[in-house]
């Protein structure tokens, strides 16, 4: 399987020279997607030889880098996409495993989950975090009759042939949760893999009003219902297949 593993970016100065150079060493093409960085992000890529950089004029939002992503992976051919933070949250050795996984269990999607071994207890996610991702679950399970046990880990491998299929208009955070609508309605065969938790910068923040949590939690469920919604007219239009 020919595969492209993406890097979402946004002012990553701090992990870059690190994350990189781990990711180069356990995966085949790397793309680097530039979401419009205003640190040194730009100035380390273009000396990095080994990888392949796209990068937004300005800031669009995680989503939007990897909808750029799945759009390079169908340009280039690739079999595959794998994709995974530039923050050292995800571990790169894994990669080939979700690749590995893709194959084995003929899925569409094999997505990490930061919850299916017991973590570290000294090092646990942020309450509002874990308790968000609990009650997106429910939804999840409850609304799409969707079984996971992690509705946000950024580290995912995706079929090439279900990419162009998604039609992504939350280009933040939310995004996943407008996949995961798509992607249950088309009956994608979506299998998740446990990866481990880490947390090492309880510092990061969304930014803006998304680091409020009643916020985050009332903005995913509108993004969530607008998604249920829009399935349903595409369907009703014959846009997607019932
Ligand atoms: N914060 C932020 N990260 C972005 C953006 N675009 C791409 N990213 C990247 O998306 C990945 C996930 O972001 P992060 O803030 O760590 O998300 P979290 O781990 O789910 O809180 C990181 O590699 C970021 O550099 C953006 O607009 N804002
Ligand atoms: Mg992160």
Known sequence: M??????????????????LPRVVKYAGDVLVVDDGSTDATPAILSRTTDVRTVRHPKNMGYGAALVTAFQETVRGGYDA???????????????????????NQSADIVSGSRYIDT??????????????????????????????????CGFKAYRASILDTFRIHDLGYAMPLEVWVQAARANMRIVEMAVPLIYLDASRSFGGSLDDSEYRLRHYRKVFDDALARDERDRAGGKRQS
């Open 2 to 19: 020919r595969y492209l593993t993406a890097l979402p970016v946004y002012n990553e100065e701090k992990y870059l020279d690190e994350v």
């Open 81 to 103: 996409l794998v994709t995974i933070d530039c923050d050292g949250q995800h571990e790169p050795q894994l990669i080939p495993r979700l690749i590995e996984e893709l194959g």
């Open 119 to 152: 973590y570290d207890p000294n090092q646990p996610p942020p309450e509002d975090r874990r308790r968000i991702n609990m009650t997106v679950l429910n939804w999840l399970r409850n609304e799409l009759n969707l079984n996971l046990t992690d509705a946000f």
